[in-house]
């Protein structure tokens, strides 16, 4: 039978079966007929989980994390971000500050012609106010580096981890046990999760080959992000195929702060220079578009992970 | 000898869902008393028996407080849970006796007089709502008994919610069933006092679950939607809510308030806590066919309101139950007995050359025309009723069978499939899946039917998935059958049930319920269980046994 392993983002979260028990059930919402509960259907599922390397103690407030509030959803990301990172403590501060400019001066979204954005033109803006994505952005910029610079990092007293390492451990061993499941075999990420899950497939040696890859929010378009996936990654041939036998299918809302820089994934992730992830514009909807449940609840996602798990 | 290492594994054992686990500790403790010479500690006997009704096992508490009292012990605690069993297995006049006897012992105002009085307003009330406006013997004072069971309590002690909210729901009760309760306070005034009493619980965080439920009806007895909604949320989200807490406040509202479903927002209460207690760990639902048809009617709104995130999610979840509680059928005999239950499948489903006929699926142990299976209902004389679509389906209520098209043994796969002579119109088939759930997650299945083929209403449970013999660890015992293993909360349900996962569609046929069922997969042991075939056995046989001849069967 298949198997999902699925990936968490950045901020903190809440305990592991509880974020996996939110991941399952925002799958199985909706109607009769979209919906997909992979428990019932056969397929098992579990969660790399890593919130724990960065952040002291679990986000103990569950609900808020499930929540349709749009303004509770937005909370439950930006408002635990523990420590924001300063260039000066950078281990490449050029690099960090080339970043930290392009996510936090530009906004491609606004910029968007509006023939472009959602359906027919029909989608509805809603500029987030700077403040919260200014707080969302300094966690984000902080858990990327601390990941791709390998930073080592005490998150509670008693508790310190190289981070890429640790977190690249338990990558691995999620991805073997899922393995061992069945197939076939999808890893699911989202945001930052989105770049664990690349680095370790395209980056790692040991990491057992799955049969499909699903980027959800993805950075991984940012050229300071690719940059920092050498040796390994290159435009021409970035696409991990020893690791990832099937499609490589990259969901993405043009409005979401995170894969707004740069949604479209094909032309940076080649195969042999081809383009061959399929990238899929799936508007979500609201002020807060980055979160999981949302995308989650998209049809286009959906249908993509239906088939891709041969349901 | 000392006991109380029997009595500590009855209180283990009541934590568990397996009713013969139970009754085998308290025969044990019950034997060992007797053999020692030894009349139970007063507390010791209250804990057991407490235990037992916290988790409703209704059954043995009846049979091992008749068993103490008869071993000497006379704690009044032993005579209340006595008469609460025979409260829930229907034993309402014998019940009444001991209440009465205890209420005469027990101190007034003491919490055993307290208690025995709910029980008795309990027991009454019962006994009036069953009489269905009969006013035979005893129901025609049995709501005026039931108030004054009440009211002793609240008039000595207002603090009492729940005597205090009982006896406003049955003096509505009685002014909209025009019976005459004469000498008793404003109903206004009662809803005001006791809404005061829960704002102080509420300000000083003491209210419980049973409390929640007291508020949500105080608001209907007011008038007020909003607050109806708001408690039910609080309710059905505290920490100490169970399915016996919730089928306890269904009954009240069903059946004291009169609320129904289909009847906008406030009727659409019925619908949530009917979703809330599906949904709940052991939780059965016994629906009218009228009931399931207005619950499927349910306004989506309520459960936003009530459910919060999960909500709209409930409400498509709840909606698909009905709507394939609607194709689950019941099986009668020529002389109108129910004998099983069946459920409407696309034949193509089963097996592509069936195309888009419709077929009813039942056990082979329920409707067989082989010579082997004596006794068994024939095909020619079985008929069919879909019990819950008086609306919807257009032919006849009850349909007649053409043949069966494809049987196996009970000893195999225990199944047929049979043909109409005029298949039901605008009745959706119940969709099949091939796929099982996954065994080492928490994974529920659930089974619709009639059960004991005899009684017009549908029987929703909530089963704990145990086993299966499918992939990817299953090792099926006979080549080509793969069984399922799911724990009901109560007895076995009816032969010839849909087993659905958690997503609506079947994924086996129930045919088997056992206190002792050897475990699957090689296990040592056994446990008390229900067994279903999995529909992809029943797939593949059809297709073994049909190749070649399957578009002649299909034409036919």
């Known amino acids: ?311 | 000898m000392n006991c109380s290492a029997e009595a500590t594994k009855v209180l283990m054992a009541a934590t568990s869902l397996e009713e013969n686990q139970v009754e085998s500790a308290c025969s044990a403790w019950i034997e060992c008393l007797r053999d020692g010479n030894e009349v139970p500690e007063p507390e010791i006997a209250r804990k057991v028996l407490d235990g037992l009704r916290k988790h409703r096992h209704m059954g043995p508490l009846k049979r091992l407080a008749d068993n103490l009292l008869r071993l000497g012990s006379r704690g009044d605690v032993v005579y209340r849970h006595y008469s609460q069993a025979m409260i829930e297995s229907g034993e309402l006049i014998a019940a009444v006796a001991i209440l009465q006897g205890l209420v005469r012992r027990a101190t007034p105002g003491a919490s055993e007089w307290n208690e025995a009085q709910g029980l008795l307003g309990r027991a009454y009330k019962q006994i009036y709502i069953d009489a269905c406006g009969s006013k035979l013997g005893m129901a025609e004072d049995a709501l005026e008994a039931a108030i004054v069971a009440y009211r002793q309590v609240f008039d000595r002690d207002p603090t009492q919610i729940w005597h205090g909210v009982n006896l406003v729901a049955l003096l509505a009760r009685a002014e909209r069933d025009g019976v005459r309760i004469a000498g008793f306070p404003r109903k206004d005034d009662l809803i005001e006092g006791l809404s005061r009493e829960i704002e102080q619980h509420w300000l000083a965080g003491t209210l419980e679950a049973w409390d929640y439920a007291s508020a949500a009806e105080l608001s209907l007895a007011g008038g007020d939607l909003d607050g109806v909604q708001r408690w039910l949320k609080e309710y059905l989200s505290a920490a100490d809510v169970d399915a016996f807490k919730i089928a306890g406040t269904l009954r009240q509202f069903t059946e004291v308030w009169r609320l129904r479903a289909d009847e906008g927002e406030a009727g659409a209460v019925i619908a949530v806590l009917r979703a809330a207690l599906l949904r709940n760990r052991s939780g059965t639902l016994s629906l009218t066919p009228q009931q399931v048809q207005r619950t499927a009617e349910a306004d989506m709104v309520c459960f936003e309101k009530i459910l919060g995130n999960t909500g709209v999610q409930t409400y498509w979840w709840m909606r698909t139950a009905m709507n394939r509680a609607r194709s689950v059928a019941l099986i009668r005999q020529p002389d109108g007995r129910g004998v099983g239950t069946g459920f409407l499948v696309r034949g193509r489903d089963l097996y592509e050359p069936f195309g888009d006929e419709l077929f009813l699926l039942t056990n082979a142990h329920v409707v067989s025309d082989t010579a082997e299976q004596r006794g068994v209902l024939r095909s020619d004389k079985a008929s069919v009723a879909f019990e819950a679509t008086a609306d919807v389906d257009r032919t006849a209520r009850r349909h007649r069978l053409r043949e069966i098209v494809w049987n196996s043994p009970p000893e195999l796969l225990d199944a047929s499939l049979l043909r109409f002579v005029e298949p039901p119109i605008g009745l959706e088939p119940c969709p099949v899946s091939e796929l099982l759930p996954v065994t080492e997650e928490d994974q529920r299945v659930y089974v619709i039917g009639h059960p004991l083929g005899g009684e017009l209403s549908f029987s929703l449970q909530d089963n704990q998935l145990l086993d299966h013999e499918g992939p990817t660890s299953g090792k099926p015992t006979i080549a080509g059958r793969v069984l399922l293993h799911y724990r009901a909360p109560t007895e076995p349900g009816s032969s010839g049930s849909p087993v659905f996962s958690a997503d609506w569609d079947v994924i086996g046929l129930h045919h088997a319920g056992a206190d002792f069922m050897p475990k699957l997969n090689g296990k040592q042991g056994t446990y008390a269980a229900n067994e279903g075939i999995s529909i992809r056995s029943i797939r593949e046989a059809i297709a073994r046994s049909l190749i070649g001849e399957g578009t002649e069967s299909a034409e036919r």
């Open chain 1, 1 to 311: 039978m298949a198997h999902v392993t699925m990936i968490h983002g950045i901020g903190q979260k809440p305990e592991e079966a509880a974020l996996l028990g939110i991941w399952r059930r925002a799958l199985a919402g909706g109607p009769q007929g979209t919906r997909i509960d992979l428990g019932a259907k056969g397929v098992s599922s579990s969660m790399v989980y890593w919130a724990d390397v960065l952040y002291p103690a679990p986000d103990p407030n569950v609900a808020a994390h499930e929540s349709t509030d749009e303004l509770e959803a937005l909370k439950s990301d930006v408002d635990h971000i523990g420590q924001t990172i300063t260039v000066d403590e950078a281990a490449d501060p050029e690099w960090l500050a080339r970043l930290a400019g392009r996510l936090l001066l530009q906004d491609p979204a606004l910029d968007e012609r509006e023939d472009l954005v959602g359906y027919a033109g029909m989608e509805e803006r809603f500029p987030l106010p700077w403040t919260l994505k200014q707080r969302f952005l300094a966690a984000f910029l902080r858990d990327v580096h601390h990941y791709l610079f390998n930073v080592s990092w005490t998150p509670r007293p008693g508790t310190t981890y190289q981070v890429q390492n640790e977190i690249r451990r338990r990558f691995v061993e999620k991805v073997a046990a899922g393995a061992e499941k069945g197939r076939p075999h999808v890893v699911v990420s989202h945001s930052m999760g989105t770049v664990i899950a690349y680095d370790c497939l395209m980056r790692v040696p040991d990491c057992p080959a799955v049969d499909a890859l699903v980027t959800l929010g993805s950075p991984l378009g940012i050229d300071e992000v690719q940059d920092k996936l050498t040796p390994g990654w290159t435009r021409l041939d970035g696409f991990p195929s020893h690791k990832v036998g099937g499609e490589w299918v990259n969901i993405y809302d043009r409005l979401d702060v995170v894969a707004a820089l740069d949604p479209v994934l094909a032309n940076d992730f080649r195969r042999g220079g081809l383009e061959v992830v399929r990238d899929i514009h799936e508007p979500n909807n609201g002020l807060w578009r980055h979160n999981l449940r949302k995308y989650f609840e998209g049809q286009l996602f959906r249908t993509e992970l239906r088939r891709l798990l041969k349901l």
